[in-house]
């Protein structure tokens, strides 16, 4: 079992920036690939990042790609998402996600394990 508690969230101008913070209980957090969903009001879950178990490899959706980057400190078992460049579509509710896996899951079907969110607003 694996439990996720994501930080970070907030107000912020469009332009600017936010890092995001997911701390995992657990003694095999570095087994874990972690990834990043973010759902805004009416619309689905969708993905955003994702980081494999090691950190070496990781993958972004389109939207995000050269704004976020996501990493991870397996010592500290938690994973962040750092959100340079804000634009007001990236208004969302934040979610944090884990799986047992050595790959880079891009899909909302491929986590087992989820936080509650963290609420991200950008205003324009």
């Known amino acids: 079992q694996v439990q996720l508690v994501e930080s970070g969230g907030g107000l912020v101008q469009a332009g600017g920036s936010l890092r995001l913070s997911c701390a995992a209980s657990g003694r095999t957090f570095s087994s874990y690939a972690m990834g990043w969903f973010r759902q805004a009001p009416g619309k689905e879950r969708e993905f955003v990042a994702a980081i494999n178990w090691s950190g070496r490899s990781s993958y972004y959706a389109d939207s995000v790609k050269g704004r976020f980057a996501i990493s991870r400190d397996n010592a500290k078992k938690t994973v962040y998402l750092q959100m340079n460049s804000l634009e007001p579509e990236d208004t969302a509710v934040y979610y944090c996600?884990?799986?047992?896996?050595?790959?880079?899951?891009?899909?909302?079907?491929?986590?087992?394990?989820w936080g509650q969110g963290t609420q991200v607003t950008v205003s324009s």
């Open positions: 996600a884990a799986t047992y896996t050595t790959g880079v899951p891009a899909t909302f079907s491929g986590y087992a394990y």
